[in-house]
């Protein structure tokens, strides 16, 4: 018995009712979802032990030239850097208790400290910029940024919040650090961070984002400024993953890529 479990449990996928091998002829649709079937396939190893090939082909690369008659589609699913969507400007409040959005003090040092240089209201917090976000007059090889208001759950429930940042940023709500990006952040790229809380429909919290840009010897300080928070209220589908949902019931085959995201 010991045996027969341990050989079950080590079949990865089962062929019971005959669906494999695909047969390209006659398959008119197929469905591929998972990170790990294209841009984050890994494909070079890790750490020490990366090498990377002068020329890769990913899973989807693979299976479009497998089957070139069948429409082939991609959809991520759920991700490594799986953002979620903006808070609407409608669910938050300034600090000045009126209008919508969130009060956005940028300062020309990396700890927020002393009167900001600039001061104004954000709808919320999607910051992409090619550099400073400080204009040239006040420019600054250093510079932070903190998103200040009032949140307004629409729902009672569990939400989700996602920070992705190409710096030190950090999220709380009702004083409480609900997301610390500050270790996986790094000069070079950006990187999403998600944590929950629970929240009551009429009951308004306190929120606020930072960020740090904290590369002082770096020799190029402004590679960019990537900030943006997103949500999800209760109840709710991630978009990607109704995407590749609704990928996979329109096509006749779909094949789906999970793993794991270090």
């Not at 609704?246 to 793993?259: D, E, Q, R, W």
Request: aromatic fraction near 6%.
């Amino acid at each position: 018995l010991a045996q027969s479990t341990a050989e079950q449990g080590a079949v990865l996928l089962r062929d019971a009712n005959g669906a494999l091998p695909l047969a390209a002829h006659n398959v008119s649709s197929i469905a591929v979802i998972g990170a790990d079937a294209n841009g984050y396939a890994e494909t070079a190893g890790g750490g020490s032990a990366q090498v990377t090939a002068g020329s890769v082909v990913t899973p989807l690369h693979a299976i479009q030239q497998a089957a070139p008659d069948a429409k082939v589609s991609y959809s991520m699913g759920s991700g490594p850097y799986d953002a979620l969507p903006d808070i609407p400007a409608a669910n938050l409040t300034p600090d000045q208790g009126w209008g919508s959005g969130l009060t956005t003090d940028i300062y020309g040092n990396a700890d927020m400290t002393g009167a900001p240089l600039v001061q104004e209201t954000q709808p919320t917090v999607d910051l992409e910029l090619a550099g400073s976000p400080l204009p040239a007059r006040d420019h600054a090889s250093l510079w932070s940024v903190q998103w200040t208001g009032t949140l307004h759950p629409s729902t009672t429930g569990n939400y989700q919040f996602s920070l992705t940042c190409d710096r030190d940023c950090k999220l709380y709500i009702g004083g409480k650090w609900i997301i610390d990006d500050t270790d996986t952040s790094d000069a070079i790229s950006h990187h999403t961070s998600t944590g929950s809380v629970a929240l009551t429909a009429g009951q308004s919290a306190r929120i606020k984002v930072t960020y740090t840009q904290t590369w002082e010897n770096d020799p190029q300080p402004e590679l960019g400024t990537i900030a943006q928070l997103g949500w999800l209220p209760p109840s709710s589908t991630p978009p990607s993953v109704a995407a590749a949902a609704a990928a996979a019931k329109n096509a006749s085959v779909a094949i789906v890529f999970a793993g794991t995201f270090e």
